[in-house]
């Protein structure tokens, strides 16, 4: 993996999260992060796509098959947030 973003807003803008290691070795995970601030309690729906080294990136859905191999698609995310501590 070389890259992975974040969309907040169902994919219609992205932002880069940050790797967390400099070094990837093949068919190993990548650990990343992105700080978000949250300014209100609500439900919130985040996507992550990731981006190999020749630019491919994950697909918005994985073609269908009958034991789901191949799905690489893009990961979403739902949360709720009961309310914010300041």
């Known amino acids: 993996m ?3 973003e974040v969309s907040l807003d ?3 803008t992205w932002n ?3 790797l967390k290691s400099s070094e990837h070795e093949q068919y190993t995970w ?5 700080s978000w601030n949250i ?8 996507l992550a796509r ?3 080294s020749y630019g491919n990136v994950q697909p918005k859905a994985a073609p269908w098959n ?3 191999y191949g799905n ?4 979403q995310i739902k949360l709720m947030v009961p309310q914010i501590l300041h």
Request: charged residues 15%; proline residues 3%; without cysteine.
């Open 2 to 4: 070389d890259k992975v």
């Open 10 to 12: 169902n994919g219609m």
């Open 16 to 18: 880069s999260a940050q």
């Open 30 to 34: 990548t650990l990343w992060e992105y």
């Open 39 to 46: 300014t209100a309690p609500g439900h919130y729906s985040l």
């Open 50 to 52: 990731a981006f190999d």
């Open 66 to 68: 009958a034991k789901g």
């Open 72 to 75: 690489n698609s893009i990961h």
